[in-house]
């Protein structure tokens, strides 16, 4: 029985050890966002949620501009939700045309690897991810421009 028993705990070991090495090749914690398209679908379903956190915006307006926006200046976002919501709050922020004080935020990865880079965006909650690391970029200076 003791030899058995043995055996079994050799071929548990071996399967984590099969599943670590796995986990090396390819992590199943790998975080993706949908699509711009699937997100832009997300957004347009939630234009009523939208409408009730900003009363005074035309959300539907606001939106087709900042999709001509992307659009006329050729930007790629991981999180469009994210950036559409800054985008409203800078609308909301914004006093006739007088546009508010633009800053850069550059966010960076803690682990701080060789292939680690920084990313600078004119909005502050924007989620950035480490290619290299997987991890969130957290906001490290703010320059004003
Ligand atoms: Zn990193």
Same mark, same amino acid.
């Given at each position: 029985?003791?030899?058995?028993?043995?055996?079994?705990?050799?071929i548990?070991?071996?399967?984590?050890? &099969? *599943?670590?090495? #796995?986990?090396?090749?390819?992590?199943?914690?790998?975080?993706?966002l949908?699509? =711009? !398209?699937?997100?832009? %679908?997300?957004?347009?379903?939630?234009?009523?949620?939208?409408?009730q956190?900003?009363?005074?915006?035309? &959300? *539907?307006?606001? #939106?087709?501009?900042m999709?001509?926006?992307l659009k006329?200046?050729?930007?790629? =976002? !991981?999180?469009?939700? %994210?950036?559409?919501?800054?985008?409203?709050?800078?609308?909301?922020?914004?006093?006739?045309?007088?546009?508010?004080?633009?800053?850069?935020?550059?966010?960076?990865?803690?682990?701080?690897?060789?292939g680690?880079?920084?990313?600078?965006?004119?909005?502050?909650?924007?989620?950035?991810?480490?290619?290299?690391?997987?991890?969130?970029?957290?906001?490290?200076?703010?320059?004003?421009?």
């Amino acid at each position: 029985m003791a030899n058995k028993k043995t055996t079994l705990n050799d071929i548990l070991e071996r399967i984590v050890k &099969i *599943e670590i090495r #796995l986990e090396e090749i390819a992590p199943i914690a790998k975080r993706k966002l949908p699509s =711009k !398209k699937e997100q832009i %679908a997300q957004i347009e379903a939630e234009i009523k949620i939208w409408s009730q956190k900003f009363p005074t915006i035309d &959300i *539907e307006f606001e #939106l087709a501009k900042m999709l001509d926006w992307l659009k006329a200046t050729n930007k790629r =976002k !991981k999180d469009y939700r %994210a950036f559409f919501r800054n985008w409203l709050r800078k609308s909301t922020n914004t006093v006739g045309n007088e546009p508010v004080t633009p800053q850069s935020y550059t966010y960076s990865c803690a682990s701080n690897k060789a292939g680690c880079k920084d990313e600078v965006s004119d909005f502050k909650d924007m989620s950035f991810f480490c290619k290299e690391c997987n991890n969130i970029k957290t906001i490290i200076k703010v320059t004003r421009n």
